[in-house]
């Protein structure tokens, strides 16, 4: 087949970057890739997944895939972009019945996975899936290949796209459907405030099937030249030597390795998923000799939408920032569903005003996979018809900060945003969960009736060792409380 594919952004900027720059390293074997052998081996993978499929166009087709954090799974994830599917990236580390689910909500029409994974496709694919999808095993890439020609013709992206699905803390993990424009939105809003460059290094240590991972730690470093530096799973004692070698004696005959510059990133180093604890963050500070962690906001239904600037400044401790560049943010009183404008946030009694944040711009999601309902009850339509607003269901307030914002960069200015669930007494979502987080019975002891209605109180304590977290740091709060409170519960709850 011809060594053709369509000029999508993404494929665009990758050939223009220098073909012999170094575009991924496997840190443990020293496998290196470069640019130059990325859209070559791109238009072979994409065309051993139409064979597999028996058709030639696949354009909206879902195609998961099992494949290790690698330069495979970049390539795994560009073919799909250039067969016009829609990517289903999955985690080996979920259970069959789990993977069973997405395949089964999603439709998919081809399983792909690499020679590692291949035991766990099998797996899954002996469950009893609704359709049962092609299966494809793809060879490990050994790098070195040849520099191939490919022409990028037809600007039409069709329907490519990423498919993530929530971590269903909540409810049934839902498809969430990141189309082509939407993820070019995403990157180019990262790359513009967080100075992605040629010269960096990121070191990868994320699970690839949320969106920091994919976003922020692969089609980002890709869209401007970056190297992008494998090391999955996270192992501390791993990270901290590969931080220390440039900077130590070098093995005869060997070359010290580049250093790193980003670590998911040094010297900017982010801090996402969870709250950012502020000892913690001081701690950073002290051992890494005053380099403060820059914190963000981001779901996997808007990637990254709030940030905190590169500066020092700009980095205050429990805020999450301004709106990156292309996101719009507004927040929505809490109790009387007014938008709190500028100027707004403090009431007639001198209160802070709280209220939901609220976002749209090209880097919001289109649909939730198949559930109308579920994606109608989470936009509002814009009072000034320039479009609906996604509702996050995270609450904040808006404060100024004289101290930052003098950057010189336009999206970086103005009243910063600071998520109220960095404090240990009050509710973090506004949609109704009846969940809230307390320190200890004594915490508990002053009455809240003043803050909260009567609903949102806390009715029983219970005092456990610890609260699982899944991969991203992140409680399932349906598993939480089917396990913590197991004599009340009747599954209703959920």
């Known amino acids: 087949m011809a060594s053709t594919l369509p000029k999508l952004p993404l494929f665009d ?46 354009n909206g087709d879902r195609i998961a895939f099992l494949v290790e954090n690698s330069y495979d799974y970049v390539v795994t994830l560009l073919a799909a972009f250039a067969a016009r599917a829609i990517a289903i990236p999955l985690s080996p580390g979920f259970p069959a019945a789990e993977l069973q689910y997405i395949l089964d909500q999603s439709e998919a029409s081809l399983l792909v996975s690499s020679a590692k994974f291949a035991s766990k496709a099998s797996e899954v694919l002996a469950t009893e899936l609704s359709v049962k ?19 990028l013709e037809n600007e039409d992206a069709g329907n490519a796209a990423m498919m993530l699905y929530t971590s269903g803390t909540t409810n049934r993990p839902k498809g969430v459907l990141l189309p082509s424009s939407v993820l070019t939105a995403q990157s180019q809003s990262l790359m513009q405030a967080w100075e992605y460059s040629p010269a960096d290094r990121l070191l990868h240590v994320l699970p690839l099937h949320h969106i920091h991972g994919t976003v922020n730690a692969i089609l980002t470093p890709l869209f401007a030249g970056s190297s992008i530096e494998f090391m999955f799973p996270f192992n501390p004692d791993k990270v901290w030597r590969r931080f220390a070698a440039p900077f130590l004696p070098a093995e005869e005959g060997k070359p010290l390795p580049e250093k790193i510059t980003f670590f998911t990133v040094v010297p900017t180093v982010i801090s996402g998923s969870a709250a950012l604890p502020t000892p913690v963050k001081k701690a950073w500070a002290d051992l890494s000799r005053g380099n403060i962690l820059l914190e963000r906001y ?65 880097t919001i999601f289109r649909e939730y996979w198949r559930n109308p309902t579920a994606t109608a009850s989470e936009f509002v339509e814009g009072e000034d018809g320039l479009g609906k607003w996604f509702k996050t269901g995270d609450v904040a307030v808006r404060r100024p900060v004289p101290s930052a914002g003098g950057s010189g960069h336009e999206w970086a200015s103005g009243d910063m945003y600071f998520i109220q669930g960095r404090k240990s007494a009050d509710i973090i979502k506004s949609g109704g969960e009846r969940s809230a987080l307390s320190r200890s019975s004594a915490s508990c002891s002053p009455s809240p009736r003043d803050r909260l209605v009567n609903y949102k109180i806390p009715q029983v304590l219970r005092v456990v060792d610890d609260i699982p977290r899944n991969a991203m740091g992140k409680i399932n709060k349906k598993q939480l409380v089917k396990a913590v409170f197991a004599e009340e519960f009747s599954g209703d709850e959920m």
């Open 13 to 58: 900027a990758i050939a223009r970057h220098n073909p012999d720059s170094t575009l991924a390293v496997h840190s443990l074997s020293g496998r290196t890739f470069k640019y130059g052998e990325l859209l070559g081996d791109v238009c072979k993978a994409r065309n051993k997944f139409q064979q597999a499929a028996g058709k030639e166009d696949l």
């Open 298 to 362: 981001g779901m996997t239904e808007v990637g990254m939408a709030l940030s905190c600037g590169l500066g020092f400044a700009d980095r205050v401790d429990a805020s999450v920032g301004w709106p990156l560049p292309s996101v719009q943010a507004r927040l929505v009183d809490v109790d009387s569903g007014d938008v709190i404008q500028p100027g707004q946030e403090i009431d007639a009694q001198g209160r802070e005003r709280s209220g939901e944040i609220q976002l749209r711009g090209p």
């Open 133 to 151: 999808p092609a299966f494809l095993q793809l060879e490990k890439h050994q790098g070195g290949s040849a520099h191939e020609q490919v022409s």
